[in-house]
């Protein structure tokens, strides 16, 4: 049974940077070129937002909006994948999900979520 | 970037009312659009993909239509377990991109 599990600070301060890893149980990343991992991110009462995308080989797609201060990067030998958001603000606090999306005729649909993890942006 | 326009933000109908959500792109983006169900303090999850193709589990009064650019999310008999927001996800040139949501309440 797929898991996937957000893990990282739920508090962080202006201007620092916003650490968050995703463990995969029950599958490995690398052992299908079927999938991407995905972030996607939802502020208090607001709509879902896409942040970036990886595959297991370490390419990279990320939200133009973003783009500047977002790093993502996989570690196949811990089945992780991990985000970094660097000089947030109050705007980046949000339910931060990890997520396998499909590939190829799929293009990317967001199948299989993480529960969500809170990170406030507050001094 | 290819912007998705999502209707209504928010309806209020009947149970057994039938419920339709629109969801537009401004450049044709074939089928590759997905419809997500979020209920409240819930993980979001997809009830159509690729347009029209309905997601293993999800009951079979959801159903989705459209290519290139208009496309639609139909509950034919809505149900008291249907209230949530729902989300169209459209995929282009390895960009992802959420619609605005709309949020629907059982008058």
């Known amino acids: 049974q797929l898991q996937l599990q957000e893990s990282g600070p739920g508090l962080v301060k202006p201007s620092e940077t916003l650490s968050l890893t995703c463990t995969v149980s029950g599958g490995s990343i690398s052992s299908s070129s079927y999938y991407y991992w995905g972030w996607i991110r939802q502020p208090p009462g607001k709509g879902l937002e896409w942040v970036g995308t990886i595959y297991y080989s370490g390419t990279t797609y990320y939200n133009p909006s973003l783009k500047s201060r977002v790093t993502i990067s996989v570690d196949t030998s811990k089945n992780q994948f991990s985000l970094k958001v660097s000089s947030v603000t109050a705007a980046d606090t949000a339910v931060y999900y990890c997520?396998?999306?499909?590939?190829?005729?799929?293009?990317?649909?967001?199948?299989?979520w993480g529960q969500g993890t809170l990170v406030t942006v507050s001094s | 970037d290819i912007q998705m326009t999502q209707s209504p933000s928010s309806l209020s109908a009947s149970v057994g009312d039938r419920v339709t959500i629109t969801c537009r792109a401004s450049q044709d983006i074939s089928n590759y659009l997905a419809w997500y169900q979020q209920q409240s303090g819930k993980v979001p999850k997809v009830l159509i993909y690729?347009?029209?193709t309905l997601q293993s589990g999800v009951p079979s009064r959801f159903s989705g239509s459209g290519s290139g650019t208009d496309f639609t999310l139909t509950i034919s008999s809505l149900q008291p377990e249907d209230v949530a927001t729902y989300y169209c996800?459209?995929?282009?040139?390895?960009?992802?991109?959420f619609g605005q949501g709309t949020k629907v309440e059982i008058k």
């Open positions: 996800q459209k995929y282009n040139n390895a960009q992802w991109t």
């Open positions: 997520a396998r999306q499909r590939i190829g005729t799929l293009a990317g649909t967001f199948f299989f």
């Open positions: 690729a347009a029209s």
